[in-house]
């Protein structure tokens, strides 16, 4: 499934010509047109990155980036900053509140592009080779190993990959698409609800000293990886 981005900006020719150069380049884009639209479409599963106006009806793209930062479940999604601004200043006020990078109007699509990989790639989890510790539960991607406290386990291979890829992307809600996209690849078919099956056999795995309770289902969504122990099925 390709990332979600949403496109903060209230001039319609602007929004629309961005739209489209995200669908051209693999993207999802969702639009908005004002603070309080943009708002409305900031749920789960949250965008995987913000394109934001500087100027907006009802208020400015830097209030709202600081709203989005100080809340526990929108704060690590990343937010490039549009803007015909170019002043250092102005710079260092979206920087304070929270923005990520900044792209001056006028801009080419491929600048455009360019900057939102970049951000991505800045703001993805850390090399794929790390081992990853959460909460007592470590996975050493390199040598294959998966411990609870010091006890091993074992897992089979698409139980380790999809717990690799939660441990390494917290806090957020994934869709069964998505998690098919990340942990089985776009190349293979599979069944939606084989995620389901392997979410079990995963719990199951790491059940113990309430470790299972990690994975948390979230209706009409999919499934988060979270410390905080509120499940919602």
Not at 183 to 202: A, F, K, Q, S
Not at 220 to 225: I, K, L
């Amino acid at each position: 499934m390709s990332r979600k981005i949403l496109v903060v900006e209230d001039e319609t020719p602007i929004r629309e010509m961005i739209s489209f150069v995200l669908d051209q380049n693999g993207f999802n884009a969702i639009e908005a047109c004002d603070i309080e639209q943009a708002l409305a479409k900031i749920h789960e599963p949250y965008p995987d990155l913000i394109l934001l106006d500087w100027m907006l009806p009802g208020g400015t793209g830097v209030s709202l980036a600081k709203k989005l930062k100080q809340n526990e479940y929108t704060r690590n999604i990343p937010i490039i900053m549009l803007t015909a601004r170019s002043d250092e200043d102005d710079k260092v006020k979206g920087f304070e509140a929270g923005v990520d990078d900044f792209v001056t109007k006028p801009f080419s699509p491929k600048e455009l592009i360019a900057r939102i990989k970049a951000v991505i790639r800045r703001v993805s989890p850390t090399s794929l080779e790390e081992e990853v510790d959460f909460h007592g539960l470590k996975l050493d991607p390199v040598a294959h190993r998966v411990a609870i406290n010091g006890n091993s386990l074992d897992l089979g291979p698409t139980e380790f990959r999809l717990l690799h890829f939660f441990m390494t992307h917290t806090e957020r809600v994934y869709s069964r698409e998505q998690l098919l996209d990340n942990v089985w690849g776009t190349n293979i078919y599979v069944e939606d609800r084989t995620v389901d099956v392997h979410i079990r056999r995963l719990r199951k795995a790491i059940s113990g000293e309430g470790h299972e309770d990690f994975v948390q289902t979230v209706r009409g969504a999919g499934y988060r990886f979270s410390s905080k122990l509120k499940k919602v099925s």
